[in-house]
């Protein structure tokens, strides 16, 4: 299925390559299910909170090119435990 003659030529209905498009929101239900049919946006992958341990390493990955050292009090696991609820952009404004 080809959306808007994405990825044809003008002078032929053979497809020039592929187009791959990828959609993201957080409100899933405000998507028009025309968007959502078949041959369209027609797969889903939700990704959901991260859990303590992916909020650890989240952590990790948002320190590691601090241009500053880390006290050695700061204790990232800690952080993580403590941070419920939390996604990646929520960890980077810490």
Do not use: Q, W
């Not at 239900?29 to 909170?49: C, K, Q, T, W």
């Amino acid at each position: 299925t080809c959306i808007d003659g994405a990825g044809y030529s003008g002078s032929s209905d053979e497809p020039t390559g592929y187009v791959l498009v990828i959609g993201a929101t957080n409100r899933l239900e405000a998507v028009d299910s025309a968007l959502r049919r078949p041959g369209r946006f027609d797969r889903e992958i939700l990704v959901g909170i991260p859990d303590e341990s992916a909020r650890e390493e989240i952590l990790i990955m948002h320190t590691r090119n601090c241009s500053h050292k880390l006290d050695d009090s700061i204790d990232l696991r800690k952080i993580a435990r403590s941070t419920p609820g939390f996604v990646g952009a929520d960890l980077e404004a810490l």
